[in-house]
């Protein structure tokens, strides 16, 4: 059993916890991930590992609650336990050698945005951190994201916070402004990553994308979170998760996302909770 040591609301859907799990502490890097499962009757589902701290033997996992198994992981409290933290799985992200990075998060994405960027910020390089959301109140890590960055910019669809647009209106700026990227790390929905490589691709600039697949046993077995990289069949599960953005099959990749999008839905409709914790 995996003890919740921490728990934080970082807006009204998106929950942070700390996990008890010193060897995944001791081991973990940027860009790995975990498999965990609640109980003996839950899925198991993948998270990226948004932070770990050796000493205190913690991992940081931060999920939004948009399926079941969201839900009823964020249900648990602090002194709570999971069943199963498997990790770290997936391949370390290699961040050296580089003088200047944009790391992009979008939404959800700036969870798994922040240890690339922290990592860049401890290896010394200038690092520019571009948030997209959809309005202010959706907003998280900005000031986690501020402290590991040298310039931060925010990009709101409806303006409420920062400038009104998309992350790839202030990529462009800051490229035609000079800014000097050796790399762009772009972290998110499937078609920002796309329209980010997209961009970066006229410029020569090196792109790298976080693929989060459908994924089952996280060991590239059941080929379940497989992706096209230059014409090549990829696991994101031990191949990836990040892979170069100007190779991914972003349009194969968003057709196989929707592909259980009506089993998800009749699940979520299915399940009723017995003890009114539904809200």
């Given at each position: 059993?995996?003890?919740?040591?921490?728990k934080?609301?970082?807006?009204?859907?998106?929950?942070?916890?700390?996990?008890?799990a010193?060897?995944?502490?001791?081991?973990?890097?940027?860009?790995?991930?975990i498999?965990?499962?609640?109980s003996?009757?839950?899925?198991?589902i993948?998270?990226?590992?948004?932070?770990?701290?050796s000493?205190?033997?913690?991992?940081?996992?931060?999920?939004?609650?948009?399926?079941?198994?969201?839900?009823?992981?964020?249900?648990?409290?602090t002194?709570?336990?999971?069943?199963?933290?498997?990790?770290?799985?997936?391949?370390?992200?290699?961040?050296?050698?580089?003088?200047?990075?944009?790391?992009?998060?979008?939404?959800?994405?700036?969870?798994?945005?922040?240890?690339?960027?922290?990592?860049?910020?401890?290896?010394?390089?200038?690092?520019?951190?571009?948030?997209?959301?959809?309005?202010?109140?959706?907003?998280?890590?900005?000031?986690?994201?501020?402290?590991?960055?040298?310039?931060?910019?925010?990009?709101?669809?409806?303006?409420?916070?920062?400038?009104?647009?998309?992350?790839?209106?202030?990529?462009?700026?800051?490229?035609?402004?000079?800014?000097?990227?050796?790399?762009?790390?772009?972290?998110?929905?499937?078609?920002?990553m796309?329209?980010?490589s997209?961009?970066?691709?006229?410029?020569?600039?090196?792109?790298?994308?976080?693929?989060?697949?459908?994924?089952?046993?996280?060991?590239?077995?059941?080929?379940?979170?497989?992706?096209?990289?230059?014409?090549?069949?990829?696991?994101?599960?031990?191949?990836?998760?990040?892979?170069?953005?100007?190779?991914?099959?972003?349009?194969?990749?968003?057709?196989?996302s929707?592909?259980?999008?009506?089993?998800?839905?009749?699940?979520?409709?299915?399940?009723?909770?017995?003890?009114?914790?539904?809200?």
């Amino acid at each position: 059993m995996f003890e919740i040591v921490n728990k934080r609301s970082l807006n009204e859907q998106v929950k942070a916890m700390e996990i008890l799990a010193p060897h995944i502490a001791r081991k973990a890097k940027p860009g790995q991930f975990i498999i965990l499962r609640v109980s003996e009757e839950g899925k198991r589902i993948p998270l990226t590992i948004a932070g770990m701290d050796s000493e205190k033997g913690t991992v940081t996992i931060i999920f939004q609650e948009v399926g079941l198994t969201t839900r009823l992981l964020g249900r648990l409290k602090t002194g709570d336990s999971l069943l199963d933290f498997v990790g770290p799985l997936g391949v370390p992200t290699h961040l050296e050698g580089y003088k200047n990075a944009a790391v992009i998060g979008g939404g959800l994405g700036t969870a798994i945005a922040y240890p690339q960027a922290k990592h860049l910020h401890q290896l010394g390089t200038r690092v520019e951190s571009i948030l997209g959301f959809r309005t202010k109140d959706l907003i998280i890590l900005e000031n986690e994201m501020a402290a590991v960055s040298d310039s931060l910019f925010i990009a709101t669809d409806d303006g409420s916070n920062g400038v009104k647009g998309f992350v790839t209106d202030l990529l462009k700026k800051r490229i035609e402004e000079g800014a000097g990227y050796d790399l762009v790390i772009a972290i998110g929905p499937l078609v920002m990553m796309r329209a980010v490589s997209n961009l970066t691709r006229t410029y020569g600039i090196k792109t790298l994308v976080s693929m989060n697949p459908v994924m089952v046993d996280g060991t590239g077995m059941c080929g379940g979170c497989r992706v096209t990289v230059g014409g090549e069949t990829k696991f994101a599960c031990v191949d990836g998760p990040d892979f170069d953005g100007h190779l991914v099959d972003f349009d194969e990749a968003i057709r196989r996302s929707r592909m259980y999008g009506e089993e998800e839905r009749k699940l979520n409709e299915m399940h009723k909770c017995n003890l009114g914790l539904e809200k």
